[in-house]
């Protein structure tokens, strides 16, 4: 994984390890806290601190090993080709584990002593009902249930004491645990793909739009100067003109920023310098028309995602015709679609002027700068954006995108 990849999983997948201990903390208090429910209706023993410092003495150690048992299912995951052998070192950690809890809770019981018990309420004869008990070994007076040494009763513990009796119950809590960190694992990992697939999709349109730069430069600077060669003699004032527009033109184009989100405004405004300078390569035989609603203007759209549908009108109807003008028509409005505002922007030519059947346009069609579009928009916007492109009945081409409506106030920088 490369050095990028990772601080940018680090950052958006993987959780704060504090955000972590918390959730975890407040799990196990939870269950703690339905452990003192529980034993708060026990009848044969009252609920006080003792009741509290053993049920803390239970589950204190979990809480801390917790944070462990995940590392250990993040470093050894139950995967792979050596999911066997992992699964065995996870199975002897929690025996050993198991054995080391319940030496500790039992220690911590011990130490506190036993629990309070409620006192009857009639007392009784110092020596029973019935007069001193008998000598020898004749029958003892039976005693009633809880009256003996700790341990004869129901117990905090969880069973009787010492460490063994306890190992079923905290076996299973640790592989409780275990499972708990594999599904978070797997959780993680899912989200992990799903944002290394993002991060791809980015960067192959990235790698589409340097695609686009490197077919444009050449293509269209050759187009360009020889157009600026022809006006050199003739015209100074609009070969200065071009050139000013071809300047602020390229380095619009090679700008590393040029994918970023830019206002519609922006955008625009590269579309004129790049049909200023068309429009001089055709001798006037081009025109453009734009029909713009204000409040699109604020409107975001990926960077330089306009020029490669008007350089398809371009070159397949301007360059094609043999007399009279191409008319380039841009438009831009906002749409109702399910109650959702979209921006519907239209690049429309009236054709090269041939008698051509209109052929249906596939999704093929189109050449590489529009197929790169489409590949763009998709990753983008993640399937949220489309291109249309079909025959209008006057032999020309419409291309229709549809974008999200993300509005850019001018107290907000650009993405």
């Known amino acids: 994984m490369t050095t990028w990849r990772r601080k940018y999983l680090a950052t958006s997948v993987v959780p704060p390890r504090w955000l972590e201990i918390v959730v975890v903390t407040g799990a196990w208090l939870i269950v703690a806290s339905i452990a003192l429910v529980v034993r708060a209706l026990d009848p044969e023993h009252p609920f006080t601190m003792h009741t509290i410092a053993v049920t803390a003495a239970e589950y204190l150690p979990w809480i801390l090993l917790t944070p462990l048992i995940f590392a250990l299912v993040r470093?050894?995951?139950?995967?792979?080709?050596?999911?066997?052998?992992?699964?065995?070192?996870?199975?002897?950690?929690?025996?050993?584990?198991?054995?080391?809890?319940?030496?500790?809770?039992?220690?911590?019981?011990?130490?506190?002593?036993p629990p309070p018990r409620i006192e009857s309420e009639s007392p009784r004869p110092p020596f029973g009902p019935r007069g001193p008990p008998p000598?020898?070994?004749?029958?003892?007076?039976?005693?009633?249930?809880?009256?003996g040494r700790f341990g004869d009763g129901p117990r905090f513990g969880g069973g009787p004491r010492g460490p063994i009796p306890r190992l079923p119950l905290r076996f299973l809590i640790y592989l409780v645990v275990l499972g708990a960190g594999v599904v978070r694992n797997y959780a993680v990992q899912a989200a992990e793909r799903r944002e290394e697939a993002a991060a791809l999709a980015?960067?192959?349109?990235?790698?589409?739009?340097?695609?686009?730069?490197?077919?444009?430069?050449?293509?269209?600077?050759?187009?360009?100067?020889?157009?600026?060669?022809?006006?050199?003699?003739?015209?100074?004032?609009?070969?200065?003109?071009?050139?000013?527009?071809?300047?602020?033109?390229?380095?619009?184009?090679?700008?590393?920023?040029?994918?970023?989100?830019v206002r519609l405004a922006e955008?625009?405004?590269?579309?004129?310098?790049?049909?200023?300078?068309?429009?001089?390569?055709?001798?006037?035989?081009?025109?453009?028309?734009?029909t713009i609603e204000p409040d699109t203007l604020?409107?975001?759209?990926?960077?330089?995602?306009?020029?490669?549908?008007?350089?398809?009108?371009?070159?397949?109807?301007a360059a094609r015709r043999m007399a009279g003008a191409t008319t380039i028509v841009?438009?831009?409005?906002?749409?109702?679609?399910?109650?959702?505002?979209?921006?519907?922007?239209?690049?429309?030519?009236?054709?090269?002027?041939?008698?051509?059947?209109?052929?249906?346009?596939?999704?093929?069609?189109?050449?590489?700068?529009?197929?790169?579009?489409?590949?763009?928009?998709s990753a983008h916007f993640a399937g949220d954006a489309s291109l249309i492109v079909r025959r209008t009945d006057d032999g020309g081409t419409e291309a229709i995108l549809d974008l999200p409506w993300q509005e850019q106030h001018d107290d907000e920088p650009p993405t």
């Open 75 to 113: 470093r050894y995951p139950i995967e792979g080709d050596r999911w066997a052998r992992r699964l065995a070192l996870h199975l002897i950690v929690a025996i050993v584990t198991a054995v080391t809890v319940s030496v500790v809770e039992n220690a911590a019981t011990r130490a506190l002593g």
């Open 135 to 147: 000598r020898g070994d004749g029958p003892r007076p039976e005693e009633p249930r809880g009256s």
């Open 202 to 261: 980015a960067e192959l349109s990235e790698a589409r739009l340097r695609a686009l730069r490197s077919q444009l430069n050449p293509h269209f600077l050759f187009n360009a100067l020889n157009a600026v060669s022809a006006l050199a003699g003739d015209d100074p004032a609009t070969v200065r003109r071009i050139v000013a527009r071809l300047s602020s033109l390229l380095r619009r184009v090679l700008d590393d920023e040029a994918s970023r989100d």
């Open 267 to 290: 955008e625009l405004a590269f579309l004129r310098d790049y049909l200023e300078i068309q429009a001089v390569r055709f001798a006037g035989r081009l025109e453009f028309i734009e």
């Open 298 to 317: 604020s409107v975001l759209v990926p960077g330089l995602i306009l020029q490669p549908i008007v350089e398809n009108s371009v070159e397949h109807a």
């Open 330 to 377: 841009i438009t831009a409005r906002r749409v109702a679609r399910d109650n959702v505002d979209r921006l519907e922007i239209t690049v429309r030519d009236n054709g090269s002027g041939r008698d051509e059947p209109a052929a249906p346009i596939t999704e093929r069609d189109g050449g590489i700068g529009l197929r790169n579009t489409r590949e763009r928009l």
